[in-house]
């Protein structure tokens, strides 16, 4: 394993990876880092496609020591899907979907449960519990009792119920709170410091594995491109995991000498009804407010509060990126319109991705001719009731 050592991009502090760890003594999330210059001498692109069409095939920027302890349902390698019809409608000629609700448990969730799961199963974790919005958890419950650890889900009232029935059927302590993800985290909180060290904190950002899974979705996009970057990545911020893992991917593919030094363009996009980050990001500000009375339809980035925050706006502006409000009317039309032209029907965080491209588009940021990669971060079957049928005839 390359796996060296955690690091804190606050303070610089630097932790042994050899044990669990959760936050920084200042607060700050930590960062998996590695021994890329040996990575280089070992392997080189070439190689990897002759290795399992999974995440795992990028097992030399993992945590994982002890291929006994991968814990895996064959996660990753997601398709990028050209979009050709609705691209051109929206002005964007090469616009490109890579698919993430094809993965194990139907969302891109399951990239980061899968690492984190294997690596606490390798640091002796029995118990892990967690706050969600409905799909971390799903994807965390059913990759802990594939592993033979111990899951206790904290969940909002108005998650998907799909998650709900997920999380019950993988033998996960369930439990409801009738509020937001910030809530259902001071719980969790409450829960591991009564455990008196027997439940482990494996909440968004607060152990640093599960970024490691979700990075790989970068590692995915630039290698399925001929280690190409795209101009732009269009990603769905609500904790902001995976936006901040693949910006950690572009620069570890960077140092590698596995692509040039031209990054892409990276925008975060959130709802108008919960959007912490692009008002932070307006303002230049280096961290962001809580929103107050966050709600929207695409409820997996319904994070008033996100831990994250520093490092979001960090990948944003160091890859002159950007940050987009959308509404939840946008995010139905768009959903309804691609499906109609592309025959996906993507989860409405995927959706509010596409309102963003077509915003972008018109405003001249995103130019003609870029090419540009959408992230669906989930299988759009898991919210039925973003389409609605009620109008439809009942024939006699």
């Known amino acids: 394993m390359y796996l060296t050592h955690l690091e804190c991009p606050r303070c610089g502090k630097e932790h042994p990876a050899d044990r669990p760890q959760n936050l920084c003594d200042c607060g700050s999330p ?16 070439e190689q990897l496609p002759l290795r399992p069409a999974d995440l795992w095939r990028y097992r030399e920027v993992l945590p994982v020591a002890d291929p006994r302890h991968v814990t895996s349902l064959g996660e990753g390698w ?42 606490a199963r390798e640091l002796g974790v029995r118990r892990i519990a967690m706050p969600t919005n409905g799909n971390a958890g799903a994807a965390w419950a059913s990759y802990a009792a594939r592993a033979g650890i111990g899951a206790t889900i904290v969940m909002p009232l108005d998650a998907p119920t799909i998650c709900r029935r997920e999380c019950v059927a993988a033998g996960a302590d369930l439990r409801l709170i009738d509020g937001l993800i910030s809530d259902a985290g001071r719980r969790v909180a409450q829960l591991v410091g009564d455990s008196g060290g027997a439940i482990f904190d494996a909440g968004t950002l607060r152990e640093p594995y599960r970024l490691e899974g979700k990075k790989t979705m970068g590692y995915e996009i630039v290698e ?25 991917a572009l620069h570890e593919l960077r140092e590698l000498g596995w692509i040039s030094d031209r990054l ?28 107050a009375d966050a ?32 509404s939840d009317e946008e995010i139905l039309t768009d959903l309804r319109a691609f499906a109609a ?42 919210y039925p009731e973003t389409v609605d049928v009620s109008g439809v005839p009942v024939l006699a």
């Open 341 to 382: 032209r592309e025959g996906l029907l993507l989860c409405p965080e995927g959706a509010a991705c596409l309102t963003a491209a077509r915003q972008l588009r018109a405003g001249g940021w995103i130019r003609a001719g870029e090419r540009v990669v959408v992230l669906n971060t989930g299988a759009g079957l898991k």
């Open 30 to 45: 930590l960062l998996a880092r590695y021994d890329l210059a040996a990575v280089a001498r070992t392997v080189v692109p």
């Open 295 to 326: 709600q929207t339809v695409a409820f997996g980035i319904t994070v008033p509060a996100p831990l994250g925050d520093e490092l979001i706006l960090t990948a944003l502006r160091d890859s002159s990126g950007t940050a987009v409000a959308v």
């Open 78 to 119: 997601t398709p990028l899907l050209r979009a050709p019809s609705y691209g051109a409608e929206i002005g964007v000629t090469d616009l490109i979907v890579k698919d993430e609700g094809l993965i194990p448990t139907g969302s891109f969730k399951a990239r980061g449960a899968a690492v984190g799961i294997s690596r």
């Open 224 to 248: 399925q491109l001929g280690w190409q970057v795209p101009d732009v990545i269009i990603y769905p911020t609500g904790g902001g995991v995976g936006l901040i893992g693949i910006h950690k």
């Open 264 to 291: 892409p363009r990276l925008v975060a996009v959130q709802s108008t009804g919960c959007a912490p980050i692009v008002r932070a990001f307006a303002a230049g500000e280096e961290r962001a407010e809580p929103w």
